[in-house]
Nanobody, 114 residues
């Protein structure tokens, strides 16, 4: 079955960096566009970024543009999110998902605090 497992979250100070990973299995990863979304406590899901199945096309929410970079490795069946210059408002649980689908993995907690 389709599995998406996020990892790489943690506690980081403002201005710091983290790299999230999403290990995909159970489907043909390289034919699916993918996305990252996040959910802060008490809030709904917020879309962050998309990447095409080839990795050539990426889009970002204004809130993360210039700070976050989405990428993928279609050999390793892994999606990434490099997060730089993190801010307290980036604190959330981060999920990966196939485009136009809701997250199905456990997510990974990112906390930005001094």
């Amino acid at each position: 079955q389709v599995q998406l497992v996020e990892s790489g979250g943690g506690l980081v100070q403002p201005g710091g960096s983290l790299r999230l990973s999403c290990a995909a299995s159970g489907f043909t990863f390289n034919v699916y566009d993918m996305k990252w979304v996040r959910q802060a406590r008490g809030e709904g899901l917020e879309w962050i970024s998309n990447i095409s199945h080839t990795g050539r096309t990426t889009t970002y929410a204004d809130s993360v543009k210039g700070r976050f970079t989405i990428s993928r490795d279609n050999v390793k069946n892994t999606l990434y999110l490099q997060m730089n210059n993190l801010k307290p408002e980036d604190t959330a649980v981060y999920y990966c998902a196939r485009f136009q689908e809701t997250p199905r993995g456990p997510g990974t907690q990112v906390t930005v605090s001094s």
